[in-house]
């Protein structure tokens, strides 16, 4: 089979990195760029993850866009396995040319209400930490890397996700994984 990168793009709450885990119970391999900043902060290293790519992730700054070493470490380890679910990246155009040319690309759309009810929940249950109304560089950066893609790749659109189970249906459907 070939390589499969699919590339997960939303705000903060939206569900990424909710539907990359259901997708890795059906044989994906999800990778969450969040998840490898918060292990990168506290100096955990699983072992499928190159340790250079977690040192990297270390010295980067939470919410910002990944340098360009290591977002080409990232994608490098997002392409050595098959099929991949990559969440939280690519985070700007410029990022884009680091990916094979034949990435899905796929944005996570979620109500504002719906989105704000996850982060609260998330803040409460978690060291993760949220500030209504307050945007990352990572975020203020979506609306360019959205238009850009919808210009220059395939782009699919998971719209009102509010129901998990229906978003990874549809994605599988649309990327032809059933």
């Not at 259901?22 to 100096?43: D, N, T, W």
């Not at 977690?54 to 910002?64: F, L, Y």
Request: with cysteine.
């Amino acid at each position: 089979m070939a390589m499969t990168l699919v590339c997960l793009i939303g705000r903060h709450g939206s569900g990424k990195s909710t539907i990359g885990v259901r997708l890795a119970a059906e044989g994906f391999r999800h990778i969450s760029v969040g998840l490898l900043r918060r292990l990168a902060q506290s100096k955990q290293y699983p072992s499928d993850v190159p340790a250079g790519l977690i040192s990297a992730m270390g010295r980067e700054r939470p919410g910002a866009l990944l340098s360009p070493l290591t977002a080409l470490r990232l994608v490098t380890h997002a392409c050595s396995g098959s099929p991949t679910i990559l969440d939280g990246f690519p985070a700007s155009p410029a990022q884009i040319d680091l990916l094979p040319a034949d990435t899905i690309f796929c944005v996570v759309w979620t109500p504002r209400d719906l989105r704000g009810t996850r982060l609260e929940g998330r803040a409460a249950a978690t060291k993760r930490q949220w500030t209504p109304g307050r945007a990352s560089e990572r975020e203020a950066s979506l609306p360019s890397l959205i238009a850009h893609v919808r210009k220059t790749h395939r782009c699919l659109f998971l719209k009102n996700v509010a129901s998990i189970e229906v978003a990874v249906a549809e994605l599988k459907a649309k990327i032809g994984r059933s």
